[in-house]
């Protein structure tokens, strides 16, 4: 069982940054992939970030490629997702999700555990 609670959002100006906390509690946090997802008001919950268990491959939606970054911290229990040049499009409920399998990062049904999600308003 892992419990995922996401932190750091905020209301921030275009071009921005924010830093998203995902902290876990669960003894197999450190060996799940973790990604990030958001839903926007009216649309549905899209895929942003996934990083494997090790932390070495990530993978991004290409509408925030270049910009966002997820990284990880397993000693900590948790995981990054450094927001820069943030765009009005950017705003929505961000959460993390964890999941053991290795693939498929992008397809949210195979993750296991979410977290209540953050939210991320960047004004024009």
């Known amino acids: 069982q892992v419990q995922l609670v996401e932190s750091g959002g905020g209301l921030v100006q275009a071009g921005g940054s924010l830093r998203l906390s995902c902290s876990a509690s669960?003894?197999?946090?450190?060996?799940?992939?973790v990604g990030w997802f958001r839903q926007a008001p009216g649309k549905v919950r899209e895929f942003v970030a996934a990083?494997?268990?090790?932390?070495?491959?990530?993978y991004y939606a290409d509408s925030v490629k270049g910009r966002f970054t997820i990284s990880r911290d397993n000693a900590k229990n948790t995981v990054y997702l450094q927001m820069n040049s943030l765009k009005p499009e950017d705003t929505a409920v961000y959460y993390c999700?964890?999941?053991?399998?290795?693939?498929?990062?992008?397809?949210?049904?195979?993750?296991?555990?979410w977290g209540q999600g953050t939210q991320v308003t960047v004004s024009s």
């Open positions: 999700a964890a999941k053991s399998s290795s693939n498929r990062y992008s397809s949210q049904r195979l993750y296991d555990y």
């Open positions: 669960g003894r197999t946090f450190s060996s799940s992939a």
């Open positions: 990083i494997n268990w090790s932390g070495v491959s990530t």
